[in-house]
């Protein structure tokens, strides 16, 4: 079983930027994938970025240019560098393994997902 701990989120002006992290614990080994997904209110969930363990990436449409997922792992740690921080990123963002970004639709889960309790990003004009 994995466990999964974000932090990083906050509040920020359109343009500006923030850096996800997830603390990685547990059984990681037999994961497929990580990455992050996000959610706002009222709307469905959706992929924002995936990383394999062969370090290859996959973004939805809209993250791609601006935002950046990475892993460090001596660390444990899964990273979601934004940039270019647009309103409609105000979400709640998770990270989460076992997943596929879908561009235009939700991420698509492996029999393996699971997920943090997610972290708050809020983007004001």
């Known amino acids: 079983q994995v466990q999964l701990l974000e932090s990083g989120g906050g509040s920020v002006q359109s343009g500006g930027s923030l850096r996800l992290s997830c603390a990685v614990s547990?059984?990681?080994?037999?994961?497929?994938?990580m990455g992050w997904y996000r959610q706002a209110p009222g709307k469905e969930r959706e992929g924002v970025a995936t990383?394999?363990?062969?370090?290859?990436?996959d973004y939805a449409d809209f993250a791609k240019g601006r935002f950046t997922i990475s892993q460090d792992n001596a660390k444990n740690t899964l990273y979601l560098q934004m940039n270019n921080l647009k309103v409609e990123d105000t979400a709640v963002y998770y990270c989460a393994t076992d997943f596929t970004v879908i561009s235009g639709g939700p991420p698509e889960l492996g029999f393996r997902f699971a997920r943090g309790q997610g972290t708050q990003v809020t983007v004001s004009s």
């Open positions: 547990g059984d990681t080994h037999n994961a497929p994938n």
């Open positions: 990383i394999e363990s062969d370090g290859s990436t």
